[in-house]
């Protein structure tokens, strides 16, 4: 059973990275005048894309601790209904897995920033500063 939830772990994580890289392209799109004035008062290349990997590492870190805050609340509403009826239910929290799955939401957070994050550093300067 274990390994099914794992695998559905999976397969919202492959979701939520789609969901990070459209995120921020939109987020790209929409903000090009505004990479453009940045661009264009000093700001280089890797500042954009630093800044973009910055702001996606935020997304996926606060998603992360939100679901495993309201995973470890769920479980322990979970287990009080459980323990009322089983003598010996005890809740464990896993924390070393916990810890493992929050690197790897900021971990996929930068990975997921890195072609919004090319994309924004390659804006033309003008060009961007023109668009509206």
Do not use: C, H
Not at 16 to 28: E, P
Not at 77 to 103: C, H, Q
């Amino acid at each position: 059973v274990l390994n099914m939830v794992y695998g559905l772990l999976a397969m919202a994580v492959l979701v939520a990275v789609l969901g990070v890289v459209n995120t921020l392209a939109m987020s790209v799109f929409e903000r090009s005048q505004e990479i453009g004035m940045l661009r264009a008062i000093g700001l280089d290349r890797k500042g954009v894309k630093r800044m973009v990997r910055l702001e996606s590492l935020v997304i996926s870190l606060f998603g992360g601790v939100l679901g495993i805050g309201l995973g470890v609340f769920f479980g322990w509403a979970a287990g009080r209904l459980v323990g009322s009826t089983v003598a010996t239910y005890e809740l464990i929290l896993p924390w070393d897995r916990l810890a493992v799955f929050l690197l790897l939401s900021g971990a996929v957070g930068i990975l997921a920033a890195l072609w919004p994050a090319r994309r924004a550093a390659r804006l033309n300067v003008l060009g961007a500063i023109k668009a509206e």
